[in-house]
């Protein structure tokens, strides 16, 4: 449990899990899924293959885990921010910026990620991706509800459907990240979140067109 004191030995077991998994993550990233062995995996985390074999049942079942860790991660940092201080137009500013350092500081399994979710076998992306699909809906009911309090609020205009508009949101911040995996130098992430949400906040048409 968070804040109770490990013992000695499960420090040690959590450690050699951190181990492997930062050696398939290696591995996969500059192989691919499909062209790494549990046996090299073993062999690069300078383990037994039998030691291996206790934490993880299957490359599947280890490949699960690095996603299902991210996945964690990142919907922890989310739920802080959208639950956290701050007015409607501040949540949505660390919206941006809180999902822009997940993905930064995770970059090998975020790759990975959308490598294999291109080309992955479905019995890999079962039930694993269903649950993140769960979680990420549950994160634009919340973006809504940011939306729709700023309409109660008289902070934003009820320009469209408040789940739209955390739809536009996410949509707008996944197209800048990818842009930046694609070509980082030439595409860097905006600092600044407004530059993203400027774009549906300050609109299109000049006001005199519309």
Known sequence: ????KLSR????KRWQ???MLAAAIELF????YHNVSMNEIAKK???AIGTLYKFFKNKEDLYRSIIAELS??????INEVLEGRGDEIEKLRNYVKAKAAIFMDNVSIVRLYFAETRGASCNIKAGLDLEIREKHERHLQDIALIFESGMNNQRFQRIAEPYHLAVSIDS???AFLHLWLEAPDQHPYPEDPDVILNILFKGLLDPGES
């Open 1 to 4: 449990m968070e804040g109770e």
């Open 9 to 12: 030995r499960e420090r040690e």
């Open 17 to 19: 899990r951190q181990e």
């Open 29 to 32: 990233s500059e192989k691919g």
């Open 45 to 47: 985390a300078e383990f």
């Open 72 to 77: 964690g991660k990142f919907h922890q940092a």
């Open 172 to 174: 707008l911040s996944n």
